[in-house]
């Protein structure tokens, strides 16, 4: 089971910093991915992270966003940066055991459920 915490409203250039934590079953050695989903649009790759920390990141938040893992509390985590009002939208925790380069929704096994992020203009 995945749990995303840590969404709110903040004004842009504003930071957040989303948290997933893992429970169930050990996730160390997953690929952990996050998505995001804007009213009206399709979910979105973001970034993602192996267990060797080795990361991957969608061209529009490279830079702005950045995405670690704490393996002892089985929990990883995505500092946004500089955040945008095009931001805005609901942010998704993702897990596979996979070890490698996941960027499409259908990569992953487990998902959490949604957070919301607001970014106010």
């Known amino acids: 089971q995945l749990q995303a915490s840590g969404g709110g409203l903040v004004q842009a250039g504003g930071s957040l910093r989303l948290s997933c934590a893992a429970s169930?079953?050990?996730?160390?050695?997953?690929?952990m991915g996050w998505f995001r989903q804007a009213p009206g649009k399709e979910r979105e790759f973001m970034a993602s992270?192996?267990?060797?920390?080795?990361?991957f990141y969608a061209d529009s938040v490279k830079g702005r966003f950045a995405v670690s893992r704490d393996n002892a509390k089985n929990t990883v985590y995505l500092q946004m940066n500089s955040l945008k009002p095009e931001d805005t939208a609901v942010y998704y925790c993702?897990?596979?055991?996979?070890?490698?380069?996941?960027?499409?929704?259908?990569?992953?096994?487990?998902w959490g459920q949604g957070t919301q992020v607001t970014v106010s203009s």
């Open positions: 993702a897990a596979d055991s996979r070890v490698a380069r996941l960027t499409r929704m259908s990569d992953y096994d487990y």
């Open positions: 169930g079953r050990t996730f160390s050695s997953y690929t």
């Open positions: 992270i192996i267990w060797s920390g080795n990361t």
